[in-house]
C-alpha cells in the first residue's frame, strides 16, 4: 500500500462521521503500517466508543509503540475500553512487557471481561516464543 494510501486512512480517522473514523481505525490495524500509530493513539480519546475500542484492537497490531498509550486505556472508565487495551497489550506480546505491572492490577478489575482479557495478556507476554 502506498504512503499516500495509508495517509488517507489516517486523514480519515479526523473525519465528522464516526463510522468512517472506526473503519479507518479497523483498516489501518490491518495494513499494519506503524506510521499510523500517532493517529491512532488520538483516536482513542475519540468522543465515540466504537472508534476507540477499534483504534485500540488496531493498536495491537501495530506494536510495541503503542504500548504507554494502551496502558494508559486500561485505567478509563469504559468496560470495553479497558478490555480492548487489555487484549490489545496481549496481541503485542513480549514487546509489552512494561504493561505487566498494569496488566496485573486489572487482574482485580470489578468486571470480568477485563479479568480476562488482562489474564490473556499476561500469558501471551510472559509466554510469546
Not at 504512503?3 to 488517507?8: G, V
Not at 473503519?23 to 468522543?47: C, N, Q, R, S, T
Not at 496481549?90 to 478489575?109: H, P, T, Y
Amino acid at each position: 500500500m502506498s504512503e499516500s494510501e495509508i495517509q488517507r486512512y489516517i486523514k480519515a480517522l479526523e473525519s465528522g462521521n464516526p463510522n468512517v473514523r472506526s473503519a479507518a481505525a479497523d483498516a489501518l490495524g490491518m495494513i499494519g503500517d506503524e506510521a499510523a500509530v500517532p493517529a491512532l493513539i488520538d483516536a482513542l480519546k475519540d468522543e465515540f466508543s466504537v472508534v476507540r475500542t477499534d483504534a485500540a484492537f488496531a493498536l495491537g497490531r501495530l506494536g510495541a509503540a503503542a504500548v504507554p498509550a494502551l496502558i494508559e486505556a486500561l485505567k478509563e472508565e469504559e468496560e470495553r475500553m479497558r478490555a480492548e487495551a487489555a487484549f490489545a497489550l496481549g496481541e503485542i506480546g513480549r514487546d509489552a512487557k512494561s504493561a505487566v505491572l498494569a496488566l496485573i492490577e486489572a487482574l482485580n478489575d470489578e468486571k470480568e471481561d477485563v479479568r480476562r482479557e488482562a489474564a490473556w495478556a499476561l500469558e501471551k507476554i510472559e509466554w510469546e516464543e
